[in-house]
């Protein structure tokens, strides 16, 4: 029960709380849309007019352990949830004063602090957070539960589905909304849905469910007053539809041409305040009067609103890079008393993951095939004997739901560390480490972080086929708010991972399967070292071959061999791609006759390579080339492969183009 609730909750007595809270959000939406047409809020906004019965009756059946997500439309659950309504407001009027500063406006606020997960403008995105929150929310026995609001459109997202079979197969405490109005955004749900309920999908995983009016708060409450009873019990997830109306557009500026004008009368019928009303005088003719009251007092309360959002500040534009990020620690070598034995780059992986799960009781461990069969790579074997199955856990095949699970058990505390199996399987559920991930530190400027890892492999084995081969790194590296690390040896398969779990950024490991069961010599133990700093493999004043990953067998061969021509080439291990060691790169190129050749498995146009080069172009550095994969699909084809990948002899010659027969260097190789 939440604390402001009197004792007596009587039908009577909520409903008139009820009728003053539904009043209050629907004079807030109103006030929006005055000021989206002064133009004092810009942008699309989601107004719930006609829903407002759904988050005050939930609010009423929940306690102060619980957490909320909602959808888009989602200022009714912000206000009953306990923001302050100056501050929603102000966030979607993008003032200083606002939840967010400004950052996140209408369809993305968020206060992980006040127990508002936070609104989603990704379609039926808040259900794998959701989940992931309720995991967090069991394995901490913090005796609340994980509730969460999609529109009725959003069921046909997969993300949805996976996060209801993720959810259901580990029985978290997790209450599936679905608020049914009746419209996918411009279209009829009829017109897009295979069933006319949704809660019948549902149920189709195993998951209790039921179909309620959500137009009757006294109803949504004493539903979700069981089903959250229910999940208490650890009786698994439950799925409530609420079937409600949608009084206004779309959004703000929705002329709703599309709306038949008997569909529109039928709605406007249904106006859940009006029936409200109605209801509560009817049983107490004598309520007018109060009703009457209640009426004046929102008036009277959105104008003092009105008045205190005009007078708010804007944000101050200094402050709007800050945040993205938190600040790099110091990189450098950490000291170790351990003798180096010999190992393997998995058995790297395997023991990093050991030593800070023994460390960390908040770290997790899960992913496709992590647990009982210890990974399709071996590098989580074991873990999950010595660590429990709460710990360390397969998931079904359903990488929406691995990646936003992590980010809603990190925001409540956890530390997961996912795997997704392929760099390319990443790409069916980006979204999760795009729009989710990388915007929690920014948005809430700093109050709210995602210390969570994913790890994954990526590059091109023989007879492997265009699926399983593509590097991607330029991808991750392009988006602001990720740490991306790519290590090349099993010290650093070590050292990296461990200082991506002390990361409290989003931290991306690209592991490459051919290095698994590479045997090398390594010291795995000690302290973690701070995060970022490359290496360099060779010291040359001729030209700096750089590289990470896979690149890096390549140029430490080419090495070898123009060592032979006469030739003194540097050997630079990026490893870092985020924090992107800049200034070391440059020193390093600097002292190696301000030449380099940039080389990486990836292909070409667009790659990391390009990026670099441009940087050191700007440092003052002339000879800068870049060597990679063409533009090209991988073939499967091992010959064929062969030809399109980079090699020794493919740098050797590009270093030799690029020195010029002309150069003090070639003019010596020559003599």
């Known amino acids: 029960m939440r604390s402001d609730v009197p004792k007596d909750n009587s039908d009577a007595t909520f409903g008139l709380r009820a009728y003053r809270r539904m009043a209050r959000i629907r004079g807030f939406e109103q006030l929006c849309m005055q000021f989206s047409e002064a133009g004092l809020a810009v942008g699309s906004i989601h107004l719930c007019a006609g829903q407002e019965a759904i988050p005050v009756g939930t609010l009423e059946a929940l306690g102060d352990e619980d957490r909320i997500s909602a959808t888009y439309r989602g200022h009714g659950w912000a206000l009953e949830v306990g923001l302050d309504p100056f501050a929603v407001m102000s966030e979607i009027c993008h003032r200083a004063t606002g939840v967010n500063g400004g950052r ?366 593509q590097s991607l790194e330029a991808l991750l590296f392009h988006i602001p708010g990720l740490r991306i690390g790519l290590p090349a040896t099993a010290q650093d398969a070590y050292d990296m991972l461990r200082a991506a779990i002390a990361s409290d950024d989003p931290t991306i490991i690209i592991e490459s399967r051919v290095f698994y069961q590479r045997k090398e010599m390594a010291v795995l133990e000690g302290p973690v070292e701070p995060m970022g700093g490359l290496r360099q493999r060779r010291a040359g004043k001729d030209i700096a071959l750089v590289s990470w990953s896979t690149g890096m067998p390549v140029i430490e061969s080419a090495a070898e061999e123009l060592a032979k021509l006469g030739i003194d080439a540097a050997v630079i291990d990026l490893r870092w791609l985020s924090p992107l060691p800049e200034d070391e790169l440059i020193a390093a190129v600097r002292a190696a006759g301000e030449t380099a050749l940039i080389v990486h498995e990836a292909n070409l146009t667009g790659g990391v390579g390009a990026e670099l080069a441009c940087r050191l172009r700007d440092a003052g550095m002339a000879r800068v080339a870049r060597l990679a994969t063409p533009d090209v699909r991988m073939p499967a084809s091992p010959v064929l492969q062969a030809q399109l990948l980079p090699s020794a002899a493919k740098v050797v010659a590009q270093v030799k183009a690029l020195l010029g027969g002309g150069s003090a260097v070639m003019r010596a190789v020559a003599e």
């Open 104 to 469: 996140a406006g209408s369809a993305l606020m968020i206060a992980p602090d006040q127990r508002f997960i936070g609104e989603n403008s990704i379609v039926g995105a808040g259900y794998p957070i959701a989940a992931g929150v309720a995991l967090a929310q069991k394995l901490q026995k913090t005796g609340g539960i994980s509730v969460v609001s999609i529109g009725d459109g959003a069921m046909n997202q997969g993300s949805a589905h996976e996060a209801l079979v993720f959810a259901s197969l580990n029985k978290l405490p997790v209450l599936f909304i679905c608020e049914n109005n009746g419209w996918a955004e411009m279209t009829p749900s009829s017109d897009v849905a295979p069933v006319p309920r949704q809660a019948r999908r549902a149920g189709a995983y195993g998951i209790k469910a039921a179909t309620v009016d959500g137009g009757d708060p006294i109803a949504v409450r004493d539903s979700v007053a069981m089903a959250r009873q229910q999940l208490l019990e650890g009786n698994g997830p439950i799925f409530l539809e609420f079937e409600t109306v949608r009084l206004w557009g779309h959004y703000n500026k929705d002329g709703q041409h599309y709306r038949p004008k008997d569909e529109w009368d039928a709605t406007q019928a249904k106006d859940p305040i009006v029936l409200l009303r109605q209801k509560l005088i009817e049983q107490d003719p004598r309520l007018a009067q109060e009703l009457d009251a209640i009426d004046g007092e929102m008036k009277q309360e959105i104008q003092q609103l009105r008045q205190q959002v005009e007078a708010a500040p804007l944000p101050d534009p200094a402050s709007a890079a800050d945040h993205v990020i938190a600040p790099s620690p110091t990189a450098k070598r950490v000291t170790r008393s351990g003798a180096p034995a010999e190992t393997t780059y998995g058995n790297a992986v395997t023991t990093a993951l050991k030593h800070e799960l023994q460390a960390r009781p908040e770290l997790l461990v899960y992913g496709e095939d992590v647990g009982g069969g210890g990974g399709i790579f071996g590098c989580t074997r074991t873990l999950q004997k010595t660590f429990g199955q709460d710990r360390v856990f397969d998931t079904p095949i359903s990488e929406s739901a691995i990646l936003g699970s992590a980010l809603g058990a990190a925001m409540m505390g956890m530390r997961p560390v996912v795997e997704i199996m392929w760099a390319d399987f990443m790409l069916v559920a980006i979204d999760q480490i795009i729009n989710q991930m990388t915007n929690l530190r920014y948005i809430t400027q700093g109050k709210a972080s995602a210390p969570l890892v994913v790890r994954m492999q990526q590059g091109t084995t023989p007879g492997s086929c265009a699926q399983h081969s």
